[in-house]
T-cell receptor
Framework: GAVVSQHPSRVICKSGTSVKIECRSL??????MFWYRQFPKQSLMLMAT?????????EQGVEKDKFLINHASLTLSTLTVTSAHPEDSSFYIC????????????FGPGTRLTVT | QKEVEQDPGPLSVPEGAIVSLNCTYS??????FMWYRQYSRKGPELLMY????GNKEDGRFTAQVDKSSKYISLFIRDSQPSDSATYLC????????????FGPGTSLSVIP
């Protein structure tokens, strides 16, 4: 149980284009989903917290107009990187929390974004 | 001072060794502790979680929490090459809306 999927697993795009990454909880409903960014050999950097049906809460320094998050249902959250630039190239990982009463997060497999 | 500190390694051990991975933290409000394992280019996988001080065992893995010292450990017995990965500690305050704080991770290599 507690499986989270991400799509695509890898994407290459040209500078200036937008990319959408999907995060789905496959066998549970996730009231809260999280989006992280991870640089090589570094830990997870929380970008935003997404609650179903409400606006995402962004961490300090994360541009909400550049990283658009939509949590339309209890099983799907999307991250759209708008007007991508090479410095946006990174490993993006989502996670989902089972319920308000739980603390453990279950992570997706990640999406490798390369902006050329 | 960072909220959660963890030796990044790399840590290299022979197969069969007992591995000790550690984190220290500064916020005494942290009450919930987790260990994640992350293979290269994959998302983290939850290994263990615990609320209380003391030991929690699951197979070859033992999580230990010492709240008085603000110190948590993960022990791996009979380590295997498949245990080679980065291990992340994580913790949270008890309020369900609090975000989880992750350590930077320790890279472990188990040599056959």
């Amino acid at each position: 149980g507690a499986v989270v999927s991400q799509h695509p697993s890898r994407v290459i795009c040209k500078s200036g284009t937008s990319v959408k990454i999907e995060c789905r909880s496959l066998d549970f409903q996730a009231t809260t989903m999280f989006w992280y960014r991870q640089f090589p050999k570094q830990s997870l950097m929380l970008m935003a917290t997404s609650n179903e049906g409400s606006k995402a809460t962004y961490e300090q320094g994360v541009e909400k107009d550049k990283f658009l998050i939509n949590h339309a249902s209890l099983t799907l959250s999307t991250l759209t990187v708008t007007s991508a630039h090479p410095e946006d190239s990174s490993f993006y990982i989502c996670s989902a929390r089972l319920s308000l009463g739980s603390y453990e997060q279950y992570f997706g497999p990640g999406t490798r974004l390369t902006v050329t | 001072q960072k909220e959660v500190e963890q030796d990044p390694g790399p840590l290299s051990v022979p197969e069969g060794a007992i591995v000790s991975l550690n984190c220290t933290y500064s916020n005494s409000a942290f009450q919930y502790f987790m260990w994640y394992r992350q293979y290269s280019r994959k998302g983290p996988e939850l290994l263990m979680y615990t609320y209380s001080s003391g030991n929690k065992e699951d197979g070859r893995f033992t999580a230990q929490v010492d709240k008085s010292s603000k110190y948590i450990s993960l022990f791996i017995r009979d380590s295997q090459p498949s245990d080679s990965a980065t291990y992340l500690c994580a913790m949270s305050r008890i309020t369900s809306y609090d975000k989880v704080i992750f350590g930077p991770g320790t890279s472990l290599s188990v040599i056959p």
